[in-house]
């Protein structure tokens, strides 16, 4: 109870600050009534800590208070992540800072924001004209050889979210040292600190040109033109969820070659209230609905949709009996490595020094891909800033030729550096267009993966705890699985655990090796001996903690994918057992 009432205190005493004539009357009433309402919930879940930089940069729900987005807490990391360029890169005054936003309600209004505090620290600023996706803002940095970007953006969460990317001079999300020396500035930064007044000779806005430029680099993804002008006719539904994917993603494809295309018309309506959907995730099923029934109407190949800042996409295909089948991420990416490596060998393009890289949490069916056809796989930690910096050590050195994660991000060539919808939307069609060049589907080509590779089926947990108390949980849920990590996993017997934390891994035998990896985190895994992987962390950008299952079966025909289907289900829930998530 103690401890309770300190936490109050303290947040009243933070909240108190906001009180002063720096906040506007609308912030300072929100904040007034926080503190006088006697459910203090609100209070302690708006100002018991700053919003912090995770593996997606800022972001947080809106509202007022230190743990909120707003104007404040964007004004003061604006300045925060100035006052660091400044001391990165001393006595040049050439600095330039790239700035974007997608449909997020307060988009527009904060990234202006952002504009205007770096031009008023004397920083250069190429702000886009209106929503675009992440990948462009990325590939912008570079281009422009800026020293720095922003996209105002909360990615796929729900409305009441927004966010902050903050990215380096390679077109990457910040990493060590940058990262704790922008948080270091930022921890400085008081509201009468910020500079909101603009220098308008410094911000200089981009558009249609930048688009351009874009997406010509965008069609170096592509393996095959032949392929796709034998099927232009391919038949294409996209969603873009209200967000940027609208601007590029139709205009990409016919840049490639596709001519039949449409879209969910409800869905190309930029909103941040995104009405059409409970949450523009497309890792939800639900998010993909309107999409599957125009593609049923107009009886399309596949149906694909981009998430708020057209940086993730989802994948539709038909199966067997023509129903429409939604493609998990670690599927996606399986398939994207698999067509990669498959056809410019084929086409002799690979020349023996080529890489993939996957995250540590995603299949490890891409391992054995690409050990097969003698190309190197990088493990990278999730997030797409570590997949960026396995690009930037190696570059001059190897050729990149593609990256993702299981939560629906590849990146499929190097021109950006985070995952890159528009250019994946694009690769996915012309891999639908080899299948059917070859008399197959997208879900046909899956089906041959899994005879050759082995059949593997993962599933995601998500435990949502929010506020302070959810955050303890959580840190509590770690610690318990660190002192009592659990004897067997649905039965399987563990081989060896990785703990990211101290960068350690323990064999069943009590022998312990050290992990290769550029910086430690909160990570936990456990490897059996039939090919059963789980993987457990706290989400970067979420309150929940996720939980990644991998289980293997044998799959001799095609016919026993049903068979592998049904008795993963079971290992699974076997495996939740094990974890004491039932």
């Known amino acids: 109870m103690a401890e309770n009432t300190n936490l109050i205190q303290q947040c009243m005493e933070r909240a108190k600050e906001w009180l002063s004539p720096a906040f506007d009357e609308e912030t300072r009433n929100a904040v007034k009534a926080m503190m006088e309402n006697e459910d203090k919930t609100e209070l302690v879940d708006a100002f018991y800590k700053d919003l912090e ?10 509202g007022a208070g230190t743990n909120r987005m ?27 800072v790239v700035v974007g936003h997608d449909c997020r309600n307060n988009g527009r209004y904060f990234a202006e924001t952002v504009a205007n505090i ?28 800026a020293q720095a970007g922003v996209n105002v953006t909360a990615s796929h969460n729900p409305k009441e979210y927004n966010g902050y990317k903050a990215y380096w001079d390679d077109g990457a999300q910040v990493l060590a040292p ?21 220098n308008k000779d410094l911000i200089e806005i981009i558009g249609g040109d930048m688009d351009w430029d874009y997406l010509q680099a965008v069609k170096e993804a592509m393996v095959d033109q032949d392929v796709i002008l034998r099927n232009k006719d391919l038949n294409i539904v996209y969603s873009p969820m209200h967000g940027a994917g609208r601007v590029l993603v139709p205009e990409a494809l016919r840049s490639w070659g596709f001519q039949n295309i449409h879209v969910v018309p409800e869905q190309m309506v930029i909103d941040g209230n995104f009405p059409t959907v409970i949450s523009p995730n497309p890792e939800n099923a639900e998010a993909m609905t309107m999409g599957m ?7 399309a190949d596949l149906v694909i949709a981009s998430d708020p800042d057209a940086d993730r996409l989802a994948i539709v295909c038909r199966n067997k009996k023509g129903e429409w089948e939604i ?12 067509y990669i490596i498959a056809n410019k060998k084929k086409l002799g393009q690979l020349k023996g020094n080529e890489f993939l890289v996957k995250t540590i949490v995603t299949t490890e069916v891409i391992r054995k891909i690409a050990e097969k056809n003698g190309v190197e796989l990088h493990d990278c930690y999730t997030g797409f800033k570590w997949i960026a910096n396995e690009i930037r050590v190696n570059e001059g050195k190897k050729k990149y030729i593609g990256g993702g994660e299981e939560s629906f991000g590849f990146l499929p060539f190097d021109k950006v550096r985070d995952k890159d919808s528009p250019a994946s939307i694009c690769l996915i069609c012309e891999i639908a267009a080899w299948a059917r060049d070859n008399g197959k589907t997208l879900y046909d080509l899956l089906m041959d993966i899994y005879l050759e590779y082995g059949f593997s089926h993962e599933f995601t947990i998500n435990v949502v705890r929010p506020g302070k108390t959810g955050a303890d949980e959580i840190r509590q849920m770690m610690e318990n699985y660190r002192n009592t990590p659990p ?31 550029p910086d430690t985190s909160n990570v936990l895994q456990w490897f059996c001996n039939d090919g059963t992987k789980v993987s457990v962390r706290p989400s970067g950008t979420e309150p929940k903690i996720k939980f990644y299952l991998e289980v293997k079966g044998t799959m001799k025909c095609e016919g026993c994918y049903e068979r592998c289907m049904n008795e993963s289900v079971e290992k ?8 004491g998530l039932e």
Not at 71 to 88: D, E, H, P, R, S
Not at 120 to 125: E, M
Not at 327 to 338: I, P, V
Not at 572 to 579: N, T
């Open 118 to 145: 770096f031009s008023a620290n004397g920083i250069k600023v190429y702000l886009f004209e209106s929503l675009r996706p992440t990948p462009e803002v990325s590939y912008a940095i570079r281009h422009l050889k």
């Open 572 to 579: 699974i829930a076997a495996i939740k057992k094990s974890l």
């Open 327 to 338: 493609l998990n991420g670690n599927q996606t990416c399986m398939m994207f490595s698999w």
């Open 178 to 198: 940058h990262d704790k020396g922008i948080i270091d500035e930022v921890n400085k930064v008081k509201i009468d600190d910020v500079k909101f007044e603009p």
């Open 53 to 62: 930089f995770g593996t997606g940069g800022l972001r947080g729900i809106m």
């Open 487 to 517: 004897k067997d996993l649905g039965g399987s017997v563990i081989a060896f655990a990785r703990d990211f934390s101290t960068l350690i891994q323990t064999n069943a035998d009590g022998s312990t090796q050290k992990l290769d990896m």
């Open 70 to 96: 707003n104007i404040y807490i964007v004004g003061m990391a604006t300045q925060g992540f100035a006052n660091y360029i400044l001391k990165a890169f001393p006595g040049r005054n050439d600095l330039a």
């Open 293 to 299: 029934n125009l593609g049923t109407k107009l009886n």
